[in-house]
Structures are given as structure tokens and as C-alpha cells.
């Protein structure tokens, strides 16, 4: 049913996913996007194994992203975004040949734009949402169990995150839990920051 190579990829994920979960403990911002490049690189062998050129180019292009952006001053950090945007789309549209090649672009596009506003806390954690979505279908299709999983397990933190964070008045029944959580979502605490 799996072929080695199958297999060799899920683990190369679920380093990645562990990688993941170390870099978000480190204290300095600075130092947890730095923590992120071995991520970057064991999702993009991940991808390469599973025969998904365009994951494992987004997570090369985040990978040199968070370098600088590990590096430079905070003046330079919108050049970089747009930089590694541009970089990601040129390198993922010479590369495109199915439908589904185009999320992983939506996917990093969306998070680094939200990266733009790094003191707007629900901005970042709804960008999150839409970036996760992207991903949760393009692994769903390329067979990346562990990336859906860890599409999963992000999702649920930046929920449990915007919940805490924000305050959220959620209805205790059936009846009033969705349209209490849409609200929440997508009108709470969303006030640009300037």
C-alpha cells in the first residue's frame, strides 16, 4: 500500500511538525524565526518526497524569508515579505501543472501579507485560519498526512488562541454556538492597528 519513500516523507514531516513545536518555546521573536528554518527545511524534503514541487517551494522561499528576517532591521522587514511573495509566485508559477499547485502560493502569500502587521494579534491568527485552510486541502490531495495534521493542530491553537486572547463571548447551546463563534471570528477585535 505505502512505498518506502511514502513513509521516509511522513516522518521527514513529523520531524518538521516537532521542529515546529520546539521553535514556538523559544523566548525572542527573533530567535523563533530563526528556529524556523530547519522547519522550513524538513517540510520541503517532506514535499520534495511526496512529489509536491510547490510545498516543498514555498517552505525553501519561507526558509530564506526567515533568515532575513532574522537578520536585518525592522525597517527592511516589508521589503523581504514583498522580496520572498515575488520569489515564491515566480519560482511556484514556472513549476505550476495542476489545479492544486496554486494553494501552496495563496497559502504563504496570505501569512506573509499578515506578517506585514506583526503587532495586530487577531489580524495574524485569522491570516493563520486561511493559510491553514489552503494547506489542510493541498496536503489532503498530495497525501501529506502529518502536514494535515499539523494544519489541524494549528488551526485549533489559533482558535483557542483568538478565544483567550479576544475575549470571546461564545452561546453555551446549539443554537447560538455557530452564530456566536462567526461573530467572534470574523468581528471581534479586528480594529487596525496603526
Same mark, same amino acid.
Given at each position: 500500500? @505505502?512505498?518506502? /519513500?511514502?513513509?521516509?516523507?511522513?516522518?521527514?514531516?513529523?520531524?518538521?511538525?516537532?521542529?515546529?513545536?520546539?521553535?514556538?518555546?523559544?523566548?525572542?521573536?527573533?530567535?523563533?524565526?530563526?528556529?524556523? *528554518?530547519?522547519?522550513?527545511? /524538513?517540510?520541503?524534503?517532506? #514535499?520534495?518526497?511526496?512529489?509536491?514541487?510547490?510545498?516543498?517551494?514555498?517552505?525553501?522561499?519561507?526558509?530564506?524569508?526567515?533568515?532575513?528576517?532574522?537578520? *536585518?532591521?525592522?525597517? =527592511?522587514?516589508?521589503?523581504?515579505?514583498?522580496?520572498?511573495?515575488?520569489?515564491?509566485?515566480?519560482?511556484?508559477? #514556472?513549476?505550476?501543472?495542476?489545479?492544486?499547485?496554486?494553494?501552496?502560493?495563496?497559502?504563504?502569500?496570505?501569512?506573509?501579507?499578515?506578517?506585514?502587521?506583526?503587532?495586530?494579534?487577531?489580524?495574524?491568527?485569522?491570516?493563520?485560519?486561511?493559510?491553514?485552510?489552503?494547506?489542510? *486541502? %493541498?496536503?489532503?490531495?498530495?497525501?501529506?498526512?502529518?502536514? @494535515?495534521?499539523?494544519?489541524?493542530?494549528?488551526?485549533?491553537?489559533?482558535?483557542?488562541?483568538?478565544?483567550? %486572547?479576544?475575549?470571546?463571548?461564545?452561546?453555551?447551546? %446549539?443554537?447560538?454556538?455557530?452564530?456566536?463563534?462567526?461573530?467572534?471570528?470574523?468581528?471581534?477585535?479586528?480594529?487596525?492597528? =496603526?
Amino acid at each position: 500500500m @505505502f512505498d518506502d /519513500l511514502f513513509i521516509w516523507a511522513q516522518i521527514m514531516g513529523a520531524l518538521g511538525l516537532l521542529a515546529n513545536v520546539i521553535s514556538w518555546q523559544i523566548k525572542k521573536p527573533r530567535h523563533i524565526i530563526l528556529a524556523t *528554518v530547519p522547519c522550513n527545511i /524538513l517540510w520541503a524534503s517532506h #514535499y520534495a518526497m511526496l512529489g509536491a514541487p510547490l510545498g516543498a517551494i514555498a517552505n525553501l522561499c519561507s526558509c530564506f524569508k526567515n533568515l532575513g528576517l532574522a537578520f *536585518v532591521q525592522d525597517r =527592511l522587514v516589508p521589503y523581504i515579505i514583498y522580496g520572498s511573495i515575488l520569489l515564491t509566485w515566480g519560482i511556484g508559477l #514556472y513549476f505550476y501543472e495542476f489545479w492544486y499547485d496554486i494553494l501552496p502560493l495563496f497559502s504563504i502569500a496570505i501569512l506573509n501579507l499578515g506578517l506585514l502587521f506583526r503587532d495586530n494579534r487577531p489580524l495574524i491568527a485569522r491570516t493563520t485560519l486561511i493559510h491553514c485552510t489552503f494547506g489542510l *486541502v %493541498y496536503d489532503s490531495i498530495v497525501g501529506s498526512y502529518v502536514g @494535515f495534521f499539523c494544519g489541524v493542530f494549528i488551526m485549533v491553537s489559533a482558535l483557542i488562541g483568538m478565544y483567550r %486572547y479576544e475575549n470571546w463571548e461564545i452561546g453555551k447551546c %446549539y443554537k447560538t454556538f455557530i452564530p456566536s463563534l462567526t461573530r467572534s471570528l470574523l468581528f471581534s477585535s479586528l480594529k487596525p492597528t =496603526l
